[in-house]
Each structure stands twice: as C-alpha cells, then as structure tokens.
C-alpha cells in the first residue's frame, strides 16, 4: 500500500478521523517524535533515512541553549500523494438522492483534489512545488495550500497501453446507472484508443471468466498470451491463441454480450484479471488492471485483506497498477479504495454519462503512463514561527517522518497532468516573522527508478492576505475541505457523529464541534459558493452539491447543521 501508519496516526484514527493538532504525526507523548536539533543533525551523520529539515531562520537560538531544554513538538508532516477523487462523486450521488452521506466516506483530500489547480508545470517527469495561503480570520489561522503538479501528456509520445478490465456483471449491477453506463463508456473509450493499445476483458459474478485475453486493437487484433487463465479455481478462460479480423471489433463484441446475472465474487475477478493482465504483459507498455464495480462482495472472500493479499506480487513484481471506478448508488466504498491503494491505482466514481465519459474516455486514456512512483510530500514547519498546524485529510495516507526517504516505503502513483493539493490549517505564533515552512516532495522516475526531490518554501508575511483576495484555486480548495469538514459533522441519523474535540496529548482542543478552524455552516458555505469569482462548470457542481447538502440538513435536523439563514457557531469563512 502507499502509506503506513505511525503511532500518531493510529492516534489520529482513534479519535474517528480527526485531525492533527500539532502536525501530521505529531501530538504523541513518545519522545522519540519530538526531536530536538542536536537530535536531528546527530541522525544526519548517521545513515538513518532522513526527512526533510526545516531551513534554519534568522534569530534562531545557538543549538547548544537547547540541549537541556524539553523536546519540541514535532513540525514534520509526511503523507503519500493521493490523486483519488470517488469520495467527492459519491457524496454529490448521495447528495443528489436526497441524502447525507455516511461520514466514513468522506475524505476531505479527495473533494480538494477533485478539482485541478492551475500550478506551473515542469519541463520534465516528476513536480513542480507551489507554495501559498491567506487568513482564514479565525482567532489567527491561515490555510497553507502546497500544490504539487506533473508535466502534461503528450500522446503521440506515450507508451502503448494493455488495460485488463474487471467487471463487474453481477445482478446489482443490472441497476440503471451501472452496466449500461459501463458498457457505453467502454465502447466510446475503445474507439478513442490507439490501434497499438490492448485492452482484455474479465467478467465476474459468482464466479469470473476472462471473455476476451489482451487483445491489440489494430492490425490483425492478435490475442496476447494463451492458455487457460484462472482465477484461483474460480476463473476460466473463453479464448486462447491467436485471431484475425480487427481488434476493435472483437472488443465491441466483447462488450455488447455483457449481461448482468448472479452475485458478487470480487476475490475471483480481481484475482482473475491480475491473472489475466500478467498472463497478456507487454513490455515497454503501462500494464493496468481496471475495476468497474459497486464493491459490494457477497460471495468467495470478501475481506479486503484476503482480496488485497491476491493482487500484493503481481502488484510488486509485475508493475501492474490498479484503476477503482465506482458505479452505484450502493457502493462499497471503502473497499474500492483499499484495494486501489495496495494495487498502487487511485480510484474514481461515476454516476452518469458525463462522469463516465470524463473518467474512461478522457482521464484514464490521457493517464495512461506514469510521471512518478512511490511519491511522498513532507512539510518542515518551523518551530520559531508556527504554534500550531494540521493537515486537512489524508488520514489513511500518512507516513512515517523518518521513512521520507526511505523508498522501500510505498508512496502514490501519479500520472501526467496531475495537480495534487494538500491544505494546512496553520496558527502562527504572535509577532513571529520569517520563514514558516518548507514542503518537499520525493518520488522514483517511472523508469529508471532513480529518486528525486523538490521544495519550496513559504515565509509567513506570504499569509497576510484574506481568502476574498487569495488565488481563485485556493478559494476553490478551501470551500471543498470546508464542505467535507461540514459533512463530516453533520452526521445523519444512522451513522455515528464525527466528533472530533478531544485534543491529542500536548496540544488543545478548538471550541466547537468542528474540527476545522472556522468551518462555517452549511447554508453559509453555500453562500460562499454563490459569490466564487468565476462560474465554470466545477464550481457548479460543487455549489449544487453545496446546495443540496444545506437543504438536507435543513430538512432532517442533522446534529451539528442549522437552518439557512441562522448564524453559524464559528462564524463563516472571513475573506
């Protein structure tokens, strides 16, 4: 998988999601988090993987004043890049049924990332850093935003591609919305392809069936790799060998004879379409394994360890990456993603013919290569200038400080044309000037594997401003975490309250209920997203799901919500 958990973020999890108070893994008692300098420049003569050090400021004491003085807290915060975005398409289908959704799916790094930043791009593989923020105006906080990005496709450059696709023909998927959607955005997706692309199909029900082997789309449509593919007993194979006639042609039929029939196998069609897309390797081309399905295992071993136990040497031996795409109005959410996560993927949801055409048709095609591998962001904050800090989301993501540079630690996978946003909630300490933070970002080049690393930094006179003056992005960003943290809170009936005041050890708690600082409410969140400065068709969609959510709430009551037009507790976002 891409992250692993520390002692802090287990800490984090305990407390149902919140949020550090202190840093990403920080906040603990243990003392060997809470090095001080001489601790720190020790570990650098060593051989010890590293993080990333803060930059020493200008007025910073002697290092030996320090060396009888309790430890600091610890001012590093490390996670694995996430480029997900099912959550924020699962709560805008929730929302749009007339539903709160189930806080447990709402990962508020998924809602910032689901809309793209406008960052500079590098010449090369790899990121570019960008670092801002501004004032939130609650009792001192600003927002910090480091936006990561990667070079653009280029597709007359780009390798050729062997897609096995997972899918789903269960009886659920017979729901409107899900198969039908599915094998409408298969075909138009497979007459955009390239004529050296390949693409095979597995099917999965009770039990799974390779329906058509990797198969090259132009020329003579030759069938890569022969044989009988299983699925640990549960799979088979219709074809093997080689065939004539046009490649795309055997797809399209491949996909009209899709029908849906029994239960929900999952093990046996993941295990089977990893069988399937090793089986059809090509060399020198992206191998990926696709999943289409609603996640909800009811046959054969639905645990996600068991499922994910499968896919772990193919994943670590062949290279072959995972794409979730979510379908359905009942959806196994947190499955999808676990296995997306441990297939080194990143997952999507689809709801309509728009959504399933951007993913298949745009995003998937144009994703087809990588610009990184195991890439992980750290952020130095400087102990001088910064009381307190927390990162918004990436709860599951998080990393070891000292595994930053460790690269036998997993990190994401993030293809080209990819922004990735981390906000920070940040309270400067009164009166403190000078450098704030330094983030840094490390990944291994998709082919050579060879490691790299960029940073930049911020001072903190870059957060005098007010949100109302901030970069239009930014303003984007901070009403999707706000959104996420309010949905998060606003439970509905039924699901247990995302209650997130109890403070980690050595630091405070906030007033109120939320877990952001100034997390305005519902109705006044959906104000905030009338009066955006530009109009486009993502900040639509986001205030109609704005929108809906206000009026749900409204309408059940739901705890930590009020009525539009009431005062909000902790204000509103104060540009």
């Not at 939130?136 to 070079?151: F, I, P, Q």
Request: net charge negative.
């Amino acid at each position: 998988m891409r992250a692993r958990k520390t002692r802090h973020g287990m800490l984090a999890a305990a407390m149902a999601g919140g949020l550090l108070l202190t840093g990403c893994t920080g906040g603990g008692s243990g003392s060997d988090n809470r090095a001080t300098a001489d601790d720190k420049a020790r570990r650098r003569s060593g051989s010890e993987p590293l993080p990333a050090p803060a930059p020493a400021t200008p007025g910073r004491e002697d290092e030996g004043s320090h060396r009888d003085a309790a430890p600091p807290p610890d001012y590093l915060s490390t996670f694995a890049l996430d480029v997900d975005t099912a959550s924020y398409g699962f709560a805008r289908r929730t929302l749009a049924e007339g539903r709160l959704p189930d806080p447990a799916t709402v990962r508020p790094e998924e809602f910032v990332n689901s809309f793209r930043q406008d960052y500079p791009r590098p010449d090369g593989d790899g990121f570019s850093v960008s670092v801002d923020g501004a004032r939130t105006g609650d009792d001192g906080w600003s927002l910090l935003r480091v936006g990561l990005a990667t070079r653009e496709a280029a597709e007359e450059k780009r390798p050729p591609a062997a897609l096995t696709f997972v899918i789903d023909v269960s009886g659920s998927m017979a729901e409107p919305g899900r198969l039908d959607l599915a094998k409408k955005s298969l075909g138009i997706m497979t007459d955009r392809l390239r004529p050296d692309d390949s693409i095979a199909l597995v099917t999965f029900s009770d039990t799974a069936e390779t329906v058509l082997p990797m198969t090259r789309l132009g020329g003579t449509g030759t069938r890569i790799g022969s044989g009988t593919e299983t699925g640990t007993g549960t799979g088979t194979s219709t074809g093997t060998g080689t065939g004539t006639g046009d490649g795309r042609h055997r797809v399209h039929d491949a996909i009209d004879g899709l029908e849906p029939t029994q239960s929900t196998n999952l093990e046996a069609g993941v295990t089977t379409g990893y069988d399937t897309a090793v089986r059809g390797k090509r060399e020198g081309a992206t191998n990926r394994v696709v999943l289409l399905s609603d996640a909800l295992a009811n046959t054969g071993d639905t645990s996600a360890d068991g499922i994910l136990e499968r896919i772990s040497d193919a994943r670590r031996e062949h290279g072959i990456t995972l794409f979730g795409v979510g379908v359905g109005s009942d959806y196994g959410d947190a499955l999808m993603e676990r296995l997306a996560d441990k297939g080194d993927g990143h997952t999507a949801y689809v709801s309509n013919d728009e959504e399933a055409r951007e993913v298949f048709c745009e995003e998937l095609p144009a994703n087809i290569e990588l610009r990184a591998r195991e890439a992980k962001a750290q952020v130095a904050f400087d102990p001088e200038t910064v009381e307190q800090f927390r990162l918004i989301g990436y709860e599951n993501r998080e990393v070891a400080d000292d595994d930053f540079r460790d690269d036998s630690v997993d990190g994401g996978e993030v293809g080209p044309g990819h922004t990735v946003t981390a906000l920070y909630a940040v309270r400067a300490k009164p009166g403190a000037g000078g450098h704030l933070a330094t983030a840094s970002v490390r990944w291994l080049d998709p082919s050579s594997r060879a490691p790299h690393e960029e940073s930049g930094r911020i001072e903190t006179a870059d957060l005098d401003g007010s949100l109302r003056e901030a970069d239009e992005g930014l303003q984007v960003a901070a009403l999707a975490a706000y959104f996420a943290d309010a949905l998060r809170t606003a439970a509905p009936s039924g699901y247990p309250r995302q209650d997130r005041t109890s403070p980690l050890p050595g630091t405070s708690s906030l007033p109120g209920t939320q877990s952001l600082p100034g997390t305005p409410s519902l109705p006044e969140l959906s104000r905030q997203a009338h009066a955006l400065p530009s109009y486009d068709k993502q900040t639509r969609d986001l205030t109609e799901a704005v929108d809906r959510a206000a009026r749900i709430a409204d309408d059940t009551h739901a705890p930590g919500t009020h009525a539009p037009g009431t005062a909000s507790p902790r204000g509103e976002i104060r540009y």
